[in-house]
């Protein structure tokens, strides 16, 4: 069992930066791969970013890419979004998800067992 805690939203301006934190608890020393979703009102949720808890490979969509960092801090089970260059089209709410696999990421949100409940990002232009 995994439990898992978003931080780090807010109200910004565009070209803003924030850091979204995700604290996990539980289990997640094993085969755990941890990612990013956003999903902005009215549309799918949208995969961001990965990290592989064993190994640390990390993966980063095409549509942010440049912008958005992920990172892990393993000693405080503590998951990272780095987010640069905000844009009015990043305002959505943003979750941490985590899944057991053997694989080094996974980009389907259906795939993911455990969610935190998000934190909400608003960009204004």
């Known amino acids: 069992q995994v439990q898992l805690i978003e931080s780090g939203g807010g109200l910004v301006q565009a070209e803003d930066s924030l850091r979204l934190s995700c604290a996990a608890s539980?289990?997640?020393?094993?085969?755990?791969?941890m990612a990013w979703f956003r999903q902005a009102s009215g549309k799918e949720r949208e995969f961001i970013a990965s990290i592989s808890w064993v190994g640390g490979i990390s993966y980063v969509a095409d549509s942010v890419k440049g912008r958005f960092t992920i990172s892990a801090d393993y000693v405080q089970n503590t998951l990272y979004l780095q987010v640069n260059s905000l844009k009015p089209e990043d305002t959505a709410v943003y979750y941490c998800?985590?899944?057991?696999?053997?694989?080094?990421?996974?980009?389907?949100?259906?795939?993911?067992?455990?969610w935190g409940q998000g934190t909400q990002v608003a960009v204004s232009s």
């Open positions: 998800a985590a899944v057991r696999t053997t694989y080094h990421t996974d980009r389907y949100s259906d795939h993911y067992d455990y």
């Open positions: 539980g289990n997640t020393r094993s085969n755990y791969v």
